[in-house]
């Protein structure tokens, strides 16, 4: 049973550029989170992704935009990164529904800005 | 505003010496608390989650306990491969479903 795979698995960009990270859920999951988690940090909740629409957002910038697809694998796209965008970026899925459900997490993306 | 407090930072235990780790959470209605471990250059692992004051769950050398206010994460006669970063998180219900708030994580080193 496929667990949550993220890619690419490390990524180096310069300022103003723009990325895009990739994830594929578990098997069986419909719903997306992404995380941001920084140095030494816990991870913070960017956005969340269920039947194709953006259900939920946390406080980030609209850089910060994604995008679910029908096979409910997900991207995460950062536009005119800032080295403050530089992270581990997390990819969570999860069951939609009312009962608190466990996320499962991939390994994420370190992202760093040059 | 939701808040989860983890202590301590740090943890440096010898194997075999048990302890706890503490997760404190304010929140206006808690729809879950989970456990998480995390291992350096890897995403967080599931470990439990609970729903209610009173409950506790059991997994190895592992135990986690909820009160109103905390969380504790008791570590029974640790092992060197029990080092990792442990993190809490909650759901709110006010929040919606599937939004976890996580604190900054205990990192628990056990020497052998």
New interface residues.
């Given amino acids: 049973d496929a667990g ?1 795979t993220q890619s690419p698995t490390h990524l180096i960009k310069t300022r103003g550029q723009q990325v895009t990270l990739r994830c594929s859920p578990k098997s069986g999951h419909d ?1 997306v ?1 992404w ?1 941001q988690q920084a140095l ?6 960017i956005f ?1 992704y269920y039947e194709e629409e953006e ?2 957002r ?1 406080n980030f910038p609209d850089r910060f935009s994604g995008h679910q697809f029908p096979n409910y694998s997900s991207e995460l796209n950062v536009n005119a990164l800032l080295l403050g965008d530089s992270a581990l970026y ?1 990819c ?1 899925s ?1 069951l ?13 993306t370190r992202l760093s800005i040059l | 505003e939701d808040q989860v407090t983890q202590s301590p930072e740090a943890l440096r235990l010898q194997e075999g010496e048990s302890s706890s780790l503490n997760c404190s959470y304010t929140v206006s209605g808690l729809r879950g608390l989970f456990w998480y471990r995390q291992d350096p250059g890897k995403g967080p692992e599931f470990l439990f989650t609970l729903y209610s004051a009173g409950e506790e769950k059991e997994k190895e050398r592992l135990k986690a306990t909820l009160t109103k206010k905390e969380s504790f994460l008791h570590i029974t006669a640790p092992k060197p491969e029990d080092s990792a970063t442990y993190l809490c998180a909650v759901q709110a219900i006010q929040t919606g479903a599937n939004n976890l708030f996580f604190g900054t994580g205990t990192r628990l080193t056990v020497i052998p």
Avoid at chain 1, 40 to 45: A, D, H, L, S, T
Avoid at chain 1, 96 to 108: C, K, L
């Fill in positions: 949550v719903t989170s995380y030494g940090q816990g991870p913070q909740f969340q259900r939920q946390g997390l969570a999860s939609y529904g009312e009962t608190a459900q466990p996320q499962h997490f991939g390994d994420g």
